[in-house]
């Protein structure tokens, strides 16, 4: 079945360190894939996308996220987090037979001063 | 800019009670999709609908109906409302029949059925 996972159910970074957060997709072919920030209190908001092309895609916020085939990953970084980055981060997937947009179970991002 | 609104942020309710959320988006799409979030479980898919009267069920769509009489509104119903259906619900709309094309998310109603 098609699936996204994100191993990470909770990460705390200090402020100024390099974060990366895990996701890895299940799918027959590559889908489409999104990473989408929810800051307490709101909705999600899309940091990038993947459809095709350069795996290294530029998002908003001074994220970045890298696609990697063979390890079937989307892994989202940034080098320098912000307190402001504090929030929950899904990944997600469209493809193959559904037309669904599958999400993650999230991480939720907490930024010590 | 780019909008999509939810009737109520915070909504309390009596188990049985009918309750009706709202969702209205102001970008002319085609697509409108309603989610819960629980912690732990991310985002599951309740309904979708594709075009005005049109519907689908989505991954969890036991208690649950729709209504998109508008192309610019998407009502959930809960016909008889139970404690486990104590969630945040998120609409979400998207342009066109494209999959990749970005969703875009209204702020969500924490509903609580006590």
């Known amino acids: 079945a098609q699936s996204v996972t994100q191993p990470d159910i909770h990460i705390t970074v200090s402020e100024g360190a390099s974060l990366e957060l895990r996701c890895n997709y299940s799918?027959?072919?590559?889908?489409?894939l999104f990473w989408y920030v929810q800051s307490p209190g709101q909705g999600l908001q899309l940091l990038l996308k993947y459809f095709s092309g350069d795996t290294l895609v530029q998002g908003i916020k001074g994220f970045e996220a890298e696609f990697k085939r063979s390890q079937s990953s989307f892994n989202l970084r940034k080098p320098s987090v912000h307190w402001s980055d504090a929030a929950e981060y899904f990944c997600a997937a469209y493809g193959g037979a559904t037309n669904k947009l599958i999400f993650g179970t999230g991480t939720l991002l907490a930024v010590q001063p | 800019d780019v909008k999509v609104t939810q009737s109520s942020r915070y909504l309390v309710k009596r188990t049985g009670e009918k309750v009706f959320l709202e969702c209205v988006q102001d970008?002319?799409?085609?697509?409108m999709f309603w989610y819960r979030q629980d912690p732990g479980l991310g985002l599951r898919l309740i309904y979708f609908?594709?075009?005005?009267?049109?519907?689908e069920k989505g991954d969890i769509p036991e208690g649950y109906s729709v209504s998109r009489e508008k192309k610019e509104r998407f009502s959930l119903i809960l016909e008889s409302a139970s404690t486990n259906q104590t969630s945040m619900y998120l609409c979400?709309?998207?342009?066109?029949?494209?999959?990749?094309?970005?969703?875009?998310f209204g702020p969500g109603t924490r509903l609580t059925v006590l």
């Open positions: 970008m002319d799409h085609e697509n």
């Open positions: 799918y027959g072919a590559t889908p489409y």
């Open positions: 979400a709309s998207r342009w066109g029949g494209v999959s990749g094309n970005e969703q875009f």
């Open positions: 609908s594709y075009d005005v009267k049109m519907k």
